[in-house]
């Protein structure tokens, strides 16, 4: 194989790695949800995740999506991630390939012969042997990376994975007990923390809460459940950060986790020269435990031999420390949900234990992937669409007319209220409005307003009740011709003003009012 068919041929690898993960995104949206979840929970806090409408009804787009499990979600997960590692091995493969086209280029010239490269492009593709694994084809390559290629049979497929991660299971990273990232198993730890604290008379529920020092970011120094420098604690710590490393790793695959560890560890290096700051003790090394007076002599001790002594010889376990604290700290909904569980747990009679664990076997045996789910996203609308036509008989054989909220009304009521009665409205491009309180409504709406705007019009009150573009126009024209300046000077008064009664603030004790009525009762000493 040439030069140039090798970086062919790897490009078109590119290319269907990356068709691959767009088509699983597209299936299911929730995978990349779960994706800018984790990156906003240890990358990026700033990232704006999309709204729980969209979320719950998993949607990409304005298309609706059926919802998965979580164990498939997950599954897809690390198969994502797989693939990820194809495409980087790839991507390096390629950029060590050096093409070499001197050979097509014009005596003297710089421009290459574009038709003789192309044709012989052509004529290695063609020429290729077809049954050496590494020229496979084109169908070939995307149905290693296809969805459903494990499966035995295509036409009834029992396995969503691919031919490239059929071997891909779950419960090789995750015990029952984890339920595929929902629970961190704290308690496989409860008789390692009984032999550090050499007591019996610790309960499982309080040993779990004794964590929760670790979510501050003084507290697990200044109130350290035991001895810091105990060798059993430094041991304990040292096998409980790396279990919540671990964790964190394997609930959040698709994350950096390369870049995560060097950050970790710059930050560190940041966060052992820092004290801890008390007005009555003083400053706090967090290397040697000891507190001085102020900051230059903390500062000095910084410098000395001793510092340097202590530093080096529990460096490892003041990095766990810090480590299970931010670790602990990104994964405070997984704690809280362990704890909850656990105290929920305890109280389990014998018989609800045994349906519980049956529960748990059962979800962690099943197959991520049921025959019966359904694939097409068409037939999904469908049924929504023959659900919605099926509501519309039922209402139509109460021979009544529809509000509204699409519900029947009766007659009366329905032209009490005028909703027999429909306006048009040309601005909005001649759409139709039921009702008069409708009508009323659409003036003030973005609707309204922003057809006005792309007119060249700045919405006020005096517009209000016009739907004529001719009338909107002439209107805008005449208040600019009468007195333009003390219009446009009326408006700008007229958004202060509303903006000043949309802004809300709050009190001390936390109610939430309007600016101008905290003004007003600021002014009368009542706030």
Known sequence: MS??????????????????????????PELYYKYQEGLKKVVDPDIDLPSKTVRNTNKIYKTRKHKRKRKQILLQQYEINEFLDDYRRKEKQLMKQKLDISEFRDKGADFVKFEELLESINNEYNNQNEETPTNLKLLDKKDKYAMFSSSININSPNNILSKRSQLLDLNNYFSKEEQYGEILNLEQFY?????????????????????????????????SPMDRKNLRYVDFIRILSKYFESYLEKRYILNNWINF??????????????????????????SCGKWFKNSNVYDGHLKGKQHEKHYSNRKMFLYNEYKLHRIINYLKYEFDESKAYMERKLAFTNTERNNELKLLTKKYEEPAYNKDEPENTDKYEEDDNSMSNAAEDRNKSFNMPLGPDGMPIPLWLYKLQGLDIKYNCEICGNKEYQGRKAYENHFSELTHTSHLYFLGIQYSKAFKGITSIAEAKSLWSSMHASNGSAASFSNQNNTKLAMTEDIEVEDSEGNVMSKKIYDELKKQNLV
């Open 3 to 28: 030069n140039i068919e090798e970086r062919r041929s790897l490009l078109e690898d590119l290319e269907v790695i990356e068709s691959s993960i767009t088509k699983r995104f597209q299936r299911n």
């Open 191 to 223: 008789s390692s923390w009984l032999n550090v604290v050499k007591t019996a008379d610790c309960s499982i529920l309080k040993y779990i809460l004794m964590l929760n020092v670790f979510l501050d970011k003084d507290e697990f120094i200044l109130n």
């Open 261 to 286: 560890k060097t950050e970790l560890k710059k930050s560190f290096e940041k966060y052992s020269i820092k004290p801890i700051v008390k007005e009555k003790k003083g400053y706090l090394c967090i």
